[in-house]
């Protein structure tokens, strides 16, 4: 069975530090892996996925995240955090084969500090 | 649409009533997931619909729970006699095809009083 880990219920940040949010994984194979945002009574937003390929994902607003197959980790990170990234976020796992719905980790809140 | 829909928002409901939550997906897309969101929780995975087929349904926490998706777009959840338990946000999802990345309604907000 997948698994998601997100071992920091809040991380906490000032506004123009780096940011990183942990998450570990566990899934038979090779993994697709993703993140998504939530805000406030809004639906979860996607923000990158990790299928194959380089290591360092890109994705929307900024964020990247980084796949280590060695320690099962896709950690998002920001250079730079804004206030307005204050949100939910959400690390989720599937496997590559048929339809394999997404798990989803708990979620971390991030709090930027102006 | 231009994305995934929910309807209602929000919803409460009496203990032992029964509820419809209503989902529109993008237009064309095959693949539509229903999941459950408990407070200060990630979403959990209830049942998977390919067209009209539901091809899994194993996250359906009792046979309270019903889905169907009659003509591969629309789809409906309908949970009877709601119990306490059973408040929690219900996101719905969508995407073009098996495999393929999945959009996100903005859940619908169930309360059981």
């Known amino acids: 069975a997948q698994s998601v880990a997100q071992p920091e219920d809040q991380v906490n940040v000032a506004e123009g530090n780096p940011l990183t949010v942990k998450c570990t994984y566990s899934?038979?194979?090779?993994?697709?892996l993703f993140w998504y945002v939530q805000y406030p009574n809004r639906g979860l937003q996607f923000l990158l996925k990790y299928i194959t390929g380089d290591n360092l994902v890109k994705g929307s607003y900024g964020f990247e995240a980084e796949f280590n197959k060695s320690q099962t980790s896709f950690h998002l990170k920001k250079p730079s955090a804004l206030v307005s990234d204050s949100a939910l976020y959400f690390c989720a796992v599937r496997e590559p084969s048929g339809y394999s719905t997404l798990t989803f980790g708990k979620g971390t809140m991030l709090l930027v500090s102006p | 649409g231009a994305g995934v829909s929910q309807s209602p928002r929000y919803k409460v409901a009496k203990r032992g009533q029964d509820v419809a939550l209503r989902c529109d997906p993008i237009s064309g897309h095959v693949s539509l997931f229903w999941y459950q969101q408990a407070l200060g929780q990630g979403p959990e995975f209830l049942t998977y619909f390919q067209n009209e087929a539901q091809l899994d349904k194993s996250g359906l926490p009792s046979d309270r729970f019903f889905a169907e998706r009659p003509e591969g777009s629309v789809s409906t959840l309908k949970i009877q006699r709601t119990q306490q338990e059973d408040s929690a946000v219900y996101l719905c999802?969508?995407?073009?095809?098996?495999?393929?990345?999945?959009?996100f309604g903005p859940g619908t907000r169930l309360t059981v009083l």
């Open positions: 999802a969508s995407s073009l095809e098996e495999g393929s990345g999945q959009f």
């Open positions: 899934v038979s194979g090779n993994p697709y």
